[in-house]
């Protein structure tokens, strides 16, 4: 079993920047792809960006790329979500999820673990 926990969310202005973390818990955490997705207000969840186990392999929605890094520390069993250049409409809750196995790394259903998500609120 791994659990999860989001960190790191707040309200920021536009151009601005925040971290999230995710801090899970299970010894196998080190061996699992994370990846981050995000649900706007009546919209559907969606993809953000991953990670292989080793950080060897990242992917991002178009929409954040050149502007979020995700990175992992498996020492500290932690997967950062750098963001930067932030707009109005990164506005979401940001859940990290993690996954035993992944052959896609970007769709929710291959995804075990789920964390209970953190608010991020861009103002313009």
């Known amino acids: 079993q791994v659990q999860l926990v989001e960190s790191g969310g707040g309200l920021v202005q536009a151009g601005g920047s925040l971290r999230l973390s995710c801090a899970a818990s299970?010894?196998?955490?080190?061996?699992?792809?994370v990846g981050w997705f995000r649900q706007a207000p009546g919209k559907e969840r969606e993809f953000v960006a991953s990670?292989?186990?080793?950080?060897?392999?990242?992917y991002y929605a178009d929409s954040v790329k050149g502007r979020f890094t995700i990175s992992r520390d498996n020492s500290k069993n932690t997967v950062y979500l750098q963001m930067n250049s932030l707009k109005p409409e990164d506005t979401a809750v940001y859940y990290c999820a993690a996954a035993r196995n992944s052959y896609y790394y970007t769709v929710s259903y291959e995804y075990d673990y789920w964390g209970r998500g953190t608010q991020v609120t861009v103002s313009s």
């Open positions: 990670t292989s186990w080793n950080g060897g392999r990242k």
């Open positions: 299970g010894r196998t955490f080190s061996s699992h792809v």
